[in-house]
């Protein structure tokens, strides 16, 4: 996590021999400037850790963890302040000095990187696009969560870490499918379908959740983020209405954004036609009315 992410992309460039998978949380190989580096090693040199404590609680958690569980917080806050203030001050300088952009295209082992909505800290744009760099790398955005989703969200990173680990080399295709589509579509979506299925249909659900969920969706060559963009695109392109608004309610799940869903219905308009683009929209903004 962080600067220990740092080091673990080092070890997976340099050092691939000694690693057999990577999870590589809230971190980058490039984190912040020089220039924000050097003015956060000047104040604290001159005004001690204290003076940083707050702003740097308000990235590594997010307001829920501030409002709701304070005495963690204020835990938190004075392991930092109570930090050697020379091994601080180095710590900084090494972020400050490490740049492994060009490097981690190498790493060939397979990687989970996780990232959090409320991270100030590392964004999860910028531990995306880490992901997106690194061949066998999968991302997984941990929704309401700040730099350390290890202590806002602990057992959805154990489920995610022991699936990557333990269990993603011996799970079946419906297993695996049925761990996608439940991280896309939700619980609550998946256990209605599973409620509602019949003998009638239940080859039919079965053939979607081994195919669609496990064989595609569970791939790690796109992200969750695109493949949701490329899946709204074909359905508003063929006009599936209750699919469409089905995969759009899942952009919540899948850190898809609204400006991502916008770009994609209006870049079918160019190649789908602007009737198609038109009705796509109109379902989009019947979807997220609420938002």
């Given at each position: 996590?962080?600067?220990?992410?740092?080091?673990?992309?080092y070890?997976?460039?340099?050092?691939?021999?000694?690693?057999?998978?990577?999870?590589?949380?809230?971190?980058?190989?490039?984190?912040?400037?020089?220039?924000?580096?050097?003015?956060?090693?000047?104040?604290?040199?001159?005004?001690?850790?204290?003076?940083?404590?707050?702003?740097?609680?308000?990235?590594?958690?997010?307001?829920?963890?501030?409002?709701?569980?304070?005495?963690?917080l204020?835990?938190?806050?004075?392991?930092?302040?109570?930090?050697?203030?020379?091994?601080?001050?180095m710590?900084?300088?090494?972020?400050?000095?490490?740049?492994l952009?060009a490097?981690?295209?190498?790493?060939?082992?397979?990687?989970?990187?996780?990232?959090?909505?409320?991270?100030?800290?590392?964004?999860?744009?910028?531990?995306?696009?880490?992901?997106?760099?690194?061949?066998?790398?999968?991302?997984?955005?941990?929704?309401?969560?700040?730099?350390?989703?290890?202590?806002?969200?602990?057992?959805?990173?154990?489920?995610?870490?022991?699936?990557?680990?333990?269990?993603?080399?011996?799970?079946?295709?419906?297993?695996?499918?049925?761990?996608?589509?439940?991280?896309?579509?939700?619980?609550?979506?998946?256990?209605?379908?599973?409620?509602?299925?019949?003998?009638?249909?239940?080859?039919?659900?079965?053939?979607?959740?081994?195919?669609?969920?496990g064989?595609?969706?569970?791939?790690?060559?796109?992200?969750?983020?695109?493949?949701?963009?490329l899946?709204?695109?074909?359905?508003?392109?063929?006009?599936?209405?209750?699919?469409?608004?089905?995969?759009?309610?899942?952009?919540?799940?899948?850190?898809?954004?609204l400006?991502?869903?916008?770009?994609?219905?209006?870049?079918?308009?160019?190649?789908?036609?602007?009737p198609?683009?038109?009705?796509a929209?109109?379902?989009?903004?019947?979807?997220?009315?609420?938002?």
């Open positions: 996590m962080s600067i220990g992410g740092i080091i673990g992309q070890l997976g460039v340099y050092h691939p021999e000694r690693v057999e998978k990577l999870i590589l949380s809230n971190t980058a190989p490039k984190i912040g400037s020089t220039e924000t580096w050097n003015t956060r090693i000047e104040k604290v040199r001159n005004e001690g850790i204290e003076s940083i404590a707050d702003m740097v609680m308000k990235v590594w958690f997010s307001e829920q963890f501030h409002r709701e569980r304070s005495a963690e204020l835990g938190y806050r004075n392991m930092l302040a109570n930090s050697p203030l020379e091994g601080y001050l710590a900084c300088a090494a972020i400050r000095d490490n740049d952009s490097e981690i295209t190498q790493i060939q082992l397979p990687c989970l990187c996780f990232g959090g909505t409320a991270d100030g800290s590392t964004p999860p744009v910028l531990v995306e696009s880490m992901a997106n760099a690194i061949p066998d790398a999968q991302f997984v955005l941990i929704s309401d969560v700040g730099h350390i989703p290890c202590v806002e969200a602990p057992h959805q990173i154990v489920h995610e870490i022991l699936d990557f680990v333990v269990y993603s080399d011996t799970k079946s295709l419906y297993q695996k499918g049925m761990i996608t589509r439940r991280s896309v579509l939700g619980d609550a979506h998946v256990d209605r379908a599973e409620a509602n299925k019949t003998e009638f249909d239940r080859t039919f659900q079965e053939y979607i959740t081994n195919n669609a969920w064989a595609i969706w569970s791939r790690p060559g796109l992200t969750k983020r695109e493949r949701s963009m899946t709204i695109a074909v359905l508003a392109t063929l006009g599936q209405e209750e699919e469409l608004a089905m995969h759009l309610r899942a952009t919540a799940n899948t850190g898809t954004s400006e991502d869903i916008k770009e994609t219905l209006l870049h079918i308009a160019i190649y789908a036609g602007v198609v683009s038109n009705t929209f109109r379902v989009a903004k019947k979807v997220f009315k609420k938002e």
